[in-house]
């Protein structure tokens, strides 16, 4: 069965750490792979997606991840957070072609402390 | 760019009443579009997919006499909540399709939060 797995529930780090948010999957095959951001009370803005090619994937906001197949993986990373990146981030999978399944993980909660 | 649009953002209304929730896509075609509930706290589950002209398809577990979808025309699918009660509060997300960058994409609305007194 199709599973998306955010092992961490909430994350604090400190304006101007680095980031690594978690995500693995369970698919038959390789899935499109998708980071989202919700903030409080908002709908969800897409960070990045991977469909295919390059496995190191840029998006918005100075975000980047990268799909590790081997690994089933797909961890998005910020090299310095900045206290605006506070929000929940949820990372999804979807089949090829296909987005009328979209599968989420149960979101990651991040904290920024000043 | 790709702009879904929800309404209202939010919604108080008293058991036992209806309330219907827009999904518009702004500047694009949407033959397709998606309506999730979130929980407080929780992750996005998929509801039913909407389909203009033709009646939605819901995910198991999901009353369709109780969540009413109609996708009427190519920009605009609404979700009513019938007879709602309190246990119906939840955040309510649609989506869109979107051909973008060569590939689909999906574009989400701001939500509406309901909340049943």
């Known amino acids: 069965a199709q599973s998306v797995t955010q092992p961490d529930i909430h994350i604090t780090v400190s304006e101007g750490a680095s980031l690594e948010l978690r995500c693995n999957y369970s698919?038959?095959?390789?899935?499109?792979l998708f980071w989202y951001v919700q903030s409080p009370g908002q709908g969800l803005q897409l960070l990045l997606k991977?469909?295919?090619?390059?496995?190191l994937v840029q998006g918005i906001k100075g975000f980047e991840a990268e799909f590790k197949r081997s690994q089933s993986s797909f961890n998005l990373r910020k090299p310095s957070v900045h206290w605006s990146d506070a929000a929940e981030y949820f990372c999804?999978?979807?089949?090829?072609?296909?987005?009328?399944?979209?599968?989420f993980g149960s979101g990651t909660k991040l904290n920024v402390k000043p | 760019g790709a702009v879904v649009s929800q309404h209202p953002s939010r919604v108080i209304c008293k058991s036992g009443t209806s309330v219907k929730i827009e999904c518009r896509s702004l500047?694009?075609?949407?033959?397709?579009m998606f309506w999730y509930r979130q929980f407080p706290k929780q992750s996005l589950m998929l509801m039913a997919t909407?389909?203009?002209?033709?009646?939605?398809?819901?995910e198991q577990g999901v009353e369709k006499d109780k969540f009413l979808i109609n996708h009427a025309s190519l920009t605009l699918s609404t979700l009513t909540v019938t007879s709602a009660h309190p246990e119906d509060s939840s955040f309510y997300i649609c989506?869109?399709?979107?051909?973008?960058?060569?590939?689909?994409?999906?574009?989400f609305g701001a939500g509406s939060r309901l909340t049943v007194l």
């Open positions: 989506s869109a399709s979107f051909q973008g960058s060569g590939a689909n994409v999906l574009t």
């Open positions: 698919y038959g095959a390789t899935p499109y």
């Open positions: 991977y469909f295919s090619g390059d496995t």
């Open positions: 999804a999978v979807a089949a090829p072609g296909n987005f009328n399944k979209f599968y």
């Open positions: 500047d694009f075609q949407a033959t397709t």
């Open positions: 909407s389909n203009e002209g033709s009646k939605a398809t819901y």
